[in-house]
């Protein structure tokens, strides 16, 4: 990966590369080799950030996400818990989300200057 010959491993741009591998892996149906990046980008992330910080929220968002797809429900469960508290935390403090992904969310994907529109429905075009 590119960001790896640039970054040091515990610089924010390489963790959210690797983390958004993994993530990618997960999505393509390579779990075993999504797990390996997704356990390295929670590493990496908690050196980066720290354990409260939503960069580290959104990695073990990732891992939570693979290891309920993989019925491993109780570390799902801790992980994706740890990740919500961090996201609810960030919102008391700050009144908004930065830089957070939620799986199944378009706007969350979208690009900033998209987050004022919504999609499109067909049948409601004039």
Do not use: K
Request: net charge positive.
């Amino acid at each position: 990966m590119l960001r790896e010959r640039f970054y040091r491993p515990d610089h924010p741009d390489r963790v959210s590369g690797v983390a958004n591998l993994g993530w990618v892996l997960l999505l393509g149906g390579e779990r075993v080799e999504a797990r390996q990046v997704l356990e390295s980008a929670l590493v990496q992330a908690e050196r980066a950030y720290g354990l409260d910080h939503p960069g580290w929220a959104n990695a073990a968002q990732s891992l939570g996400e693979l290891n309920r797809i993989e019925g491993r429900f109780a570390d799902a469960r801790e992980l994706l818990q740890r990740a919500l508290s961090i996201y609810e935390s960030q919102v008391r403090r700050t009144g908004a989300l930065h830089d957070v992904r939620i799986p199944g969310c378009w706007w969350t994907s979208a690009p900033p200057w998209a987050w004022s529109r919504r999609p499109r429905d067909s049948s409601t075009r004039p």
